[in-house]
C-alpha cells in the first residue's frame, strides 16, 4: 500500500487474523505485595482486558509460587466484556492460607490462542510465624570486584522479606543505611565495597529482615573489609593460557574425564568459532569446536540424561547443544531453540544461563523476551515454560527463595 497515493493491494486475511496492540494486565495488587489476613479480609482485583480477537477472560488463583495444574482455582465467573482499569474480581484474603499466592489472568482468543499475566503476592496474620534468619545467616563473604576487595553480606529468612543493613564505626554513632528492598525473597546479598566500607577498619553491622506492617527481625555483628587490591603488573604468563575468548563462568565434565569450559573464539579480533577448551598434559587444548559463532551462557543438564549441555545465544537465535553420549562433541546435535518458545504472541528467546531453580539437581534454562524473563523446565519429555518475571520492575535478580 502506497500512502503517497493511497493505491496497492492490502492484505485483508492477515490484518484481521493478526494479533494488535493489547493491554492485558494485572495493576492491582502489584506483584509481591503482602496483606495482612486479619485486618484486610478482601481485596479488589483491578487491572485491564482489551486485545484484538478477543472471547473471553478467566481469573485463577493457587497457593505456592510455580502452582502445579491441577491446584488453580477460579476466582469468579468467565466474562465475555472487555474492560479498562476496572474491577476484576475481589480477592479473598481472609480464606487464604499464611504462604505466597499467583494470581492468574487468562484471556481466549478467537483464534483459538490465549494471553495469560500472573501476579505473586504473600499472605500473613497475626498467628503467622515470626520471621527470623535461617541457618548461620547472616554470614560475610570477602570477594574481589573491580580488582579491589569487597564484603557481602548473605542473608536467607524463613519468610520472604525485604533486607535493609546499618552500618556505624565503634568510634562514630553516625550510621549510614544500604538496602536491597527492591527485591522481596528468602534470600539476599548486598556488596560493601569501598564506598561504603574503609579497609582495615572494623564497623557495627546490623542486618534486618522487612515484612512491611507485619515483622521485622534483626541481628548485628561485626564486619571488615581488608584494604586489598589485585596485582596488575609483572605477571606471567603460563604456558596453559587459552586463546582470547569470550568464555562463560561454567566448568563441566563434557566428556566424563576433565572439566571444559566453552567460549568463543575472538583471536581474530571478532566473534569467531564456538570451541570447548580442556587442560590436558599442561595445555589448554580445543577438545570440540564448530564453525558456527555462538557465545556461551551456560552447561548443565536440563533433562537428566547425564550429558552435559552447552546453552548458547547469537543473533536472534538460542541453541542448547548437546551430543548423543558423553563421547560425542556437544555440537553434534540440538535440544531446544528459540523456535519452541512462543511468548506474548512472539518466537523470541535470548539465552542467558542455566541454573538449578527447582533444587532437583537438574539446571533450567533461563533467557529474556521483549517484555519477560523465561524460565524453561524439561518435564513429560520436553521443555515447558517454568516462570516468568515481567520486565516492568528493575530485578537484581531472577533467581529468587
Not at 10 to 22: E, H, T, V
Not at 122 to 129: G, L
Not at 284 to 307: A, F, K, Y
Request: proline share 3%.
Amino acid at each position: 500500500w502506497d500512502t503517497d497515493f493511497g493505491s496497492g493491494v492490502l492484505d485483508i486475511p492477515g490484518a484481521i487474523s493478526a494479533i494488535g496492540a493489547s493491554n492485558i494486565s494485572i495493576s492491582s495488587p502489584i506483584n509481591d505485595a503482602i496483606f495482612r489476613s486479619d485486618l484486610t479480609p478482601s481485596v479488589s482485583i483491578m487491572g485491564s482486558v482489551v486485545t484484538p480477537l478477543f472471547s473471553s477472560w478467566q481469573l485463577w488463583y493457587a497457593k505456592g509460587e510455580f502452582p502445579p495444574a491441577n491446584a488453580w482455582q477460579k476466582l469468579g465467573d468467565s466474562s465475555q466484556k472487555q474492560i479498562i482499569n476496572g474491577s476484576l474480581a475481589i480477592l479473598p484474603i481472609s480464606q487464604m492460607d499464611d504462604t505466597v499466592h499467583t494470581l492468574r489472568l487468562v484471556v481466549q482468543l478467537t483464534n483459538g490462542n490465549t494471553i495469560e499475566r500472573r501476579v505473586r503476592f504473600d499472605v500473613a496474620s497475626k498467628a503467622a510465624n515470626r520471621l527470623s534468619f535461617l541457618g548461620i545467616s547472616p554470614y560475610t563473604t570477602i570477594a574481589w570486584r573491580d580488582n579491589k576487595r569487597v564484603a557481602v553480606i548473605s542473608a536467607r529468612f524463613n519468610r520472604r522479606c525485604r533486607l535493609s543493613v546499618n552500618i556505624r564505626t565503634f568510634a562514630n554513632s553516625e550510621t549510614k543505611t544500604y538496602t536491597d528492598l527492591d527485591r522481596f525473597s528468602l534470600q539476599h546479598e548486598l556488596v560493601l565495597g569501598e564506598d561504603e566500607l574503609q579497609g582495615g577498619i572494623n564497623y557495627i553491622c546490623e542486618v534486618k529482615g522487612i515484612i512491611a506492617g507485619v515483622d521485622t527481625t534483626t541481628v548485628e555483628f561485626t564486619i571488615k573489609r581488608p584494604d586489598d587490591a589485585i596485582q596488575q603488573t609483572l605477571l606471567e604468563r603460563k604456558a596453559y593460557s587459552t586463546l582470547p575468548a569470550q568464555l562463560n563462568n561454567s566448568v563441566k565434565k563434557i566428556h566424563g574425564d576433565e572439566a571444559a569450559f566453552a567460549i568463543n573464539d575472538l583471536s581474530g579480533g571478532y566473534y569467531g568459532g564456538t570451541k570447548i577448551i580442556q587442560y590436558q598434559n599442561g595445555k589448554m587444548i580445543v577438545r570440540d569446536s564448530t564453525q558456527e559463532s555462538w557465545l556461551p551462557r551456560g552447561m548443565g543438564d536440563s533433562n537428566g540424561d547425564g550429558v552435559i549441555e552447552v546453552l548458547t545465544q547469537s543473533i536472534g537465535e538460542a541453541r542448547l547443544f548437546q551430543g548423543k553420549t558423553k563421547n560425542d562433541s556437544p555440537f553434534s546435535g540440538t535440544l531446544f531453540t528459540e523456535q519452541q518458545v512462543l511468548f506474548d504472541s512472539k518466537i523470541e528467546f535470548w539465552s542467558a544461563a542455566m541454573a538449578d531453580i527447582t533444587g532437583d539437581g537438574h539446571e533450567e534454562l533461563i533467557g529474556f523476551a521483549d517484555t519477560a524473563c523465561l524460565v524453561y523446565t524439561f518435564r513429560n519429555g520436553k521443555y515447558e515454560l517454568l516462570a516468568t518475571a515481567a520486565n516492568g520492575r528493575k530485578y537484581r535478580t531472577l533467581l529468587r527463595g
